[in-house]
T-cell receptor, first 116, second 116 residues
Framework: NAGVTQTPKFRVLKTGQSMTLLCAQDMNHEYMYWYRQDPGMGLRLIHYSVGEGTTAKGEVPDGYNVSRLKKQNFLLGLESAAPSQTSVYFC???????????????FGPGTRLLVL | AQKVTQAQTEISVVEKEDVTLDCVYETRDTTYYLFWYKQPPSGELVFLIRRNSFDEQNEISGRYSWNFQKSTSSFNFTITASQVVDSAVYFCALRPSWGGYQKVTFGTGTKLQVIP
């Protein structure tokens, strides 16, 4: 049981390049999330998914796209990377079921992205 | 809108000292959950505690204790007899009882340095 895994761990991009971050979970969770963490700030939600085939915007969605083709995977895409997207990206998952408040959100180890 | 304030940006203590990390929150929801997470230098996010707004009992787990005071909208975290391994960034977070983790708000974090 690996929990939540993220690929890659670290990446350097040039401005304008594209890339996809992969998040995988093996807990059969319905909900998955992508956050970014910047210095001096808490985590901010980029996009999330409440089930296979569904996605929704979070607090800071601009410049990112996501897909949830399989329940266990949640992909975050940067079509044209910008220096402002330099950040640490965290994926998370939770069982779901709104109102079932006692569930826990599980985080991946993070991906460090540097855009030059 | 909800808000989480961690006014202490950085704290340094000498090993074995006690330290309290402050968390003040704002919310219009009548029921909600409060969280603390630890982010050690390795970068991953470690879940520490979830507290339901219905439950104002303080909680103790080993050297960790949490003081939830609804009257002052605070959820403070105390580490007793601090150790070097406690050095990390600690995040407080809040979400309403309804809905999923897409509604969570994180504080900006408090960096704790425990000096040997």
């Amino acid at each position: 049981n690996a929990g939540v895994t993220q690929t890659p761990k670290f990446r350097v991009l040039k401005t304008g390049q594209s890339m996809t971050l992969l998040c995988a979970q093996d807990m059969n969770h319905e909900y998955m999330y992508w956050y970014r963490q910047d210095p001096g700030m808490g985590l901010r939600l980029i996009h999330y998914s409440v089930g296979e085939g569904t996605t929704a915007k979070g607090e800071v969605p601009d410049g990112y796209n996501v897909s949830r083709l399989k329940k266990q995977n949640f992909l975050l895409g940067l079509e044209s990377a910008a220096p402002s997207q330099t950040s640490v990206y965290f994926c998370a998952s939770s069982r779901g079921l709104a109102g079932e408040g006692e569930e826990t959100q599980y985080f991946g180890p993070g991906t460090r992205l540097l855009v030059l | 809108a909800q808000k989480v304030t961690q006014a202490q940006t950085e704290i340094s203590v000498v090993e074995k000292e006690d330290v309290t990390l402050d968390c003040v929150y704002e919310t219009r929801d009548t029921t909600y959950y409060l969280f603390w997470y630890k982010q050690p230098p390795s970068g991953e996010l470690v879940f520490l505690i979830r507290r339901n707004s219905f439950d104002e009992q303080n909680e103790i787990s080993g050297r960790y204790s949490w003081n939830f005071q609804k009257s002052t909208s605070s959820f403070n975290f105390t580490i007793t007899a601090s150790q070097v391994v406690d050095s990390a960034v600690y995040f407080c977070a809040l979400r309403p009882s309804w809905g999923g983790y897409q509604k969570v708000t994180f504080g900006t974090g408090t960096k704790l340095q425990v000096i040997p």
